[in-house]
């Protein structure tokens, strides 16, 4: 058993935790403009920080669907291999620093590296890298 940090996130109705390793900021995205995209996750891209980054809705993203149409107010931009993104979250909580556990076998979490036990249940942490690879085989420029 390893410890972990990470943000923890509420995306799509459920908390997921997000190594602060690649974890940049919690910012307001600001509007995000359209584009053509595969993905339908995809809101657009916005100007973060003084940064043009895709922004994408988390938990659309995790369950393979479209974007919702309410915009959330929360956005963590993260780094994928020194690439920045930035993912549209319901809330950011806290940092947090606890024993990871393996996933369990029956686990259909693909997105996830480990999870963690907490009151409320297990929190799976993301794979942000398996995410971004997953995004640059749909075109996604991350």
Same mark, same amino acid.
């Given at each position: ?24 900021? /919690? ?6 403009? $359209?584009? =053509?995209?595969?993905? #339908?996750?995809?809101?657009?891209? &916005?100007? %973060? @920080? ?43 909580? /806290? ?6 556990? $393996?996933? =369990?076998?029956?686990? #259909?979490?693909?997105?996830?590296? &480990?999870? %963690? @036990? ?25």
């Amino acid at each position: 058993m390893s410890e972990a940090s990470f943000l923890l996130v509420r995306a799509g109705g459920r908390l997921v935790g997000l190594p602060v390793e690649q974890v940049v900021a /919690v910012a307001d995205a600001g509007p995000a403009h $359209p584009v =053509p995209s595969t993905e #339908a996750a995809l809101r657009g891209v &916005a100007n %973060v @920080r003084g940064e043009m980054m895709p922004v994408l809705h988390l938990g659309a993203l995790l369950a393979g669907e479209a974007y919702p149409p309410r915009v959330s107010e929360v956005a963590v931009v993260i780094s994928v291999g020194g690439i920045r993104l930035c993912l549209e979250v319901e809330e950011a909580d /806290v940092v947090v620093r606890e024993a990871t556990l $393996p996933l =369990p076998p029956s686990s #259909a979490l693909p997105w996830a590296r &480990a999870v %963690v @036990r907490r009151a409320d249940g297990l929190v799976p942490l993301l794979d942000l890298t398996a995410l971004g690879a997953r995004l640059a085989e749909r075109g996604i420029d991350t």
